[in-house]
């Protein structure tokens, strides 16, 4: 440490020995988070090469092409969360009243029907269903719109979209039958008064922490008609066709259904290593770890597949607290060379090139879609509307479903997550501590996600800054990853004897905080801790975590999912580092390292010591939740639904970690909970109910009765200074001063 000398114990060495001086100027928090961004690009233009890892292609013939795909594929199913068995059913239902007719309109050769089928246990699929009237049927087609179209546009029974591109419609009258089912749109619209989310946001935040996806929901619904054309087959072939967002519908089915003979993606196949700039409706966990467009392509080998190069649809979502996203129009060249990174691609029909590709119409491949034999319609019969369905109304109903079916799976994962843990070992601490690490291991890599790389040396650099009347603060720098560092602020009491070894706090900051604000007296919600806890003789080391400045942090949640990881796959690397480095300290006592972090920093305090087992104790302040509810609920003012932290949404936390289950990853290392009663992040029902499973853990099943506190206090979203003091005295065994 650093050399001290006088009666008042002055630190007179400028940087700390054995650190070089530190040469880091300006914002470091903004240079942190530019760092990530960096090594985070740097992973996902990696990615492309590193996916053949992943894969083992055996195209000589089509059995041995589906086992070698299988484990991939039922990986893919769960990331998009196509989970549960779909409900049979012989038909679906025609939508008529007693006063209003199923028949929509007619057409040469077709009737159209309003219909609804079951999918899943409350949720249905809804839409227009095209009956042949003559003939034999062709082919049985589902046809999907883009997100921004409806059934009826698809149709042709209202304008919107140019004939040539009423793909269902035309497909009809070539002698199809074709369903259309409803997708929830991109719609805008301010969620319980607060932040500005896309319909398909909305869905998308409840879902994906519970291991469910608005995209898998509309998979569901399209393997739901798939379901029953195949039940009722006779020769004819089943097709799955979609453009933009029914496109990617497509191709995701394809990929999982061997049952679909044949498919047409029309604006969607692109490279996917900018996925993050794409609404966040689109966002799969992992995706570009082993699913680029090319792996989803080659899997849907031997049969036939219609890339038609069209107009992606033209979206810009802004960032009025939900997530900011785009969709553009790629190159052809573009998407020749994803294509061209397909493993095989003799079922691949490519086209066209012509005119300009970012307004090149779509439905130009419909003569290539269709089996062979069937030939297509000119397109040009008239169609007559015998009356109107209300799409508004209709996609409310379909929202509403699948919200609905979220809110059921919030108190159901309940269950989900005591089966997932049935494997923990409660009979003796020790059989807990060798039990618990399975759990650990499948927090970090599939939660989490770990960067398989190792840490670079320290490289630390020091500068003093501080020189208070009982302690003396330097910024630290530590090198982790390429580009990736760590920084914080060391403070360390001026009576610290040569050779003395102390325990260390490390205190987090919440979001968009500095280590400043911990000591400099201008947040009063984080009662100087920091400086109060080093005035009490402790070590000090308050980190800057890179949850600061807003969107700029925030899409480096979107980067990190693409690959399977999230913020806190560098977060967690980034203590660990500065853990390692305080423990080669000569006045820090290795045993003895401890975490206190209030807000985001109490969501750190849930998850770093989790994955750190050197921090002895955990202090998680203003956070500590019904997690999974805080996230998921529609139910409640205080869920994240409403709320601006688009990137706070952790893949199916529902089904595997709860914060019981991260405390239980903490345990048997001390842990405490300081809440105020009147913290707007929750209600005090719900924090005493998640708490309640974790202080059952420490008293009762492991006999561990002081090491696990709750303290509640009147007050709100602030450190409170008080049990927390004492938890930390007793745990570190270090003298509490007086106040």
């Not at 303290?711 to 003298?735: C, D, M, R, V």
Request: charged share 25%.
């Amino acid at each position: 440490m650093a050399l001290l000398s006088g009666t008042n114990f002055r630190v007179v060495a400028e940087n700390l020995p054995g650190t070089q001086p530190l040469a880091m100027h300006g914002d470091i928090a903004a240079q942190m988070v530019a760092g990530i961004d960096r090594f985070l690009l740097d992973e996902i233009e990696a990615s492309v090469a590193s996916r053949a890892e992943h894969w083992e292609w055996n195209f000589s013939s089509p059995e041995l092409h589906e086992q070698a795909i299988a484990a991939n594929r039922a990986r893919l199913a769960q990331r998009l969360g196509v989970c549960e068995p779909r409900v049979p059913f012989d038909a679906p239902s025609l939508l008529a009243t007693t006063a209003t007719s199923a028949l929509v309109a007619q057409g040469n050769g077709y009737d159209v029907y309003a219909v609804r089928w079951p999918v899943l246990k409350n949720i249905d699929g809804e839409g227009l269903l095209f009956v042949p009237t003559k003939g034999k049927v062709v082919a049985d087609i589902i046809a999907i719109p883009d997100a921004d179209q409806t059934p009826e546009q698809i149709a042709g029974l209202v304008g919107g979209i140019p004939a040539e591109s009423q793909f269902a419609r035309r497909l009809a009258e070539s002698g199809c039958r074709v369903i259309i089912p409803t997708l929830v749109s991109r719609a805008m619209s301010p969620r319980a008064g607060r932040a500005n989310l896309s319909n398909r946001e909305y869905v998308y935040r409840s879902s994906f922490v519970q291991g469910r996806h608005v995209i898998g929901y509309e998979i569901q619904k399209v393997l739901a008609c798939v379901d029953w054309f195949a039940a009722g087959r006779d020769d004819a072939e089943i097709g799955v066709i979609g453009y933009g967002e029914g496109g990617m519908l497509a191709l995701y089915s394809a990929a999982l259904d061997k049952r679909i003979d044949r498919v047409c993606i029309s604006g969607y196949i692109a490279p996917r290593e900018q996925i993050w700039r794409e609404p966040i409706s689109r966002n799969i966990f992992g995706r570009l770890e082993r699913y680029g467009d090319a792996e989803l392509l080659s899997m849907i080998w031997p049969r036939p597949c219609v890339i038609e190069r069209s107009a992606h649809p033209t979206v810009t979502l802004p960032g009025e607290g939900g997530a900011p996203g785009q969709i553009t129009t790629p190159t052809d060249e573009e998407v020749s060379q994803e294509i061209a990174r397909a493993a095989c691609d003799d079922h691949l029909i490519v086209g066209p090139t012509d005119g300009d590709h970012v307004s090149r119409p779509y439905g130009r491949m419909l003569a290539s879609f269709l089996p062979a034999g069937g030939e297509l319609a000119s397109g040009d019969s008239a169609i007559q509307v015998v009356r109107t369905i209300d799409a508004a109304v209709r996609q409310q109903r379909q929202m509403e479903e699948m919200d609905e079916y979220d809110q059921a799976l919030i108190r159901a994962n309940d269950f989900r997550r005591k089966d997932f843990f049935k494997d923990l070992k409660t009979s003796s601490v020790g059989a807990y501590v060798e039990s618990v690490e399975k759990y650990r291991e499948i927090f970090y890599d599939d939660v989490i996600g770990r960067f398989d790389q190792p840490l670079l040396p320290f490289n630390a650099r020091s500068r003093k800054t501080w020189d208070e009347e009982k302690w003396v603060g330097y910024e630290v720098a530590l090198d982790v990853f390429p580009d990736v560092f760590a920084y914080g602020v060391l403070m360390l009491p001026k009576d610290l004897q040569p050779g003395e070894q102390r325990p260390v706090i490390v205190c987090q900051h919440g979001l968009e905080g500095r280590p400043t604000d911990l000591f400099d007296g201008k947040k009063a919600a984080y009662d100087n801790f920091a400086s109060n806890l080093c005035e009490q003789g402790y070590i000090v080391f308050a980190p800057q975590n890179p949850y600061i400045h807003k969107d700029q942090f925030r899409t480096l949640q979107r980067k990190s999912n693409a690959l399977g990881k999230t913020l806190f796959s560098t977060i967690v690397p980034q203590h660990q580092q500065i853990v390692n480095w305080l423990k080669d300290q000569p006045n820090v006592d290795p045993q003895r390292i401890a975490f206190y972090g209030l807000s985001y920093g109490g969501k750190s305090a849930m998850r770093i010591p989790a994955l750190v087992p050197e921090y002895c104790l955990s202090i998680c302040s203003g956070d500590f939740n019904d997690w999974v509810l805080k996230t998921a609920t529609t139910r409640h003012k205080f869920s994240y639904v409403w709320a601006g932290e688009y990137e706070i949404y952790e893949f199916d936390l529902g089904s595997t970690f709860n914060y019981a289950e991260m405390a239980a990853l903490i345990c048997p290392r001390p842990f405490m909970v300081e809440r105020g009663h009147f913290d707007g992040c929750g209600d005090d029902e719900w924090i005493a109910y998640e708490f309640a499973k974790v202080r059952n853990l420490y008293q009762a099943k492991l006999h561990l009765t002081d090491r696990a506190e709750i303290e509640w206090f009147i007050g709100g979203h602030e450190i409170h200074s008080q049990g927390t003091f004492a938890f930390l005295s007793k745990h570190l065994n270090w003298p509490q001063s007086s106040p």
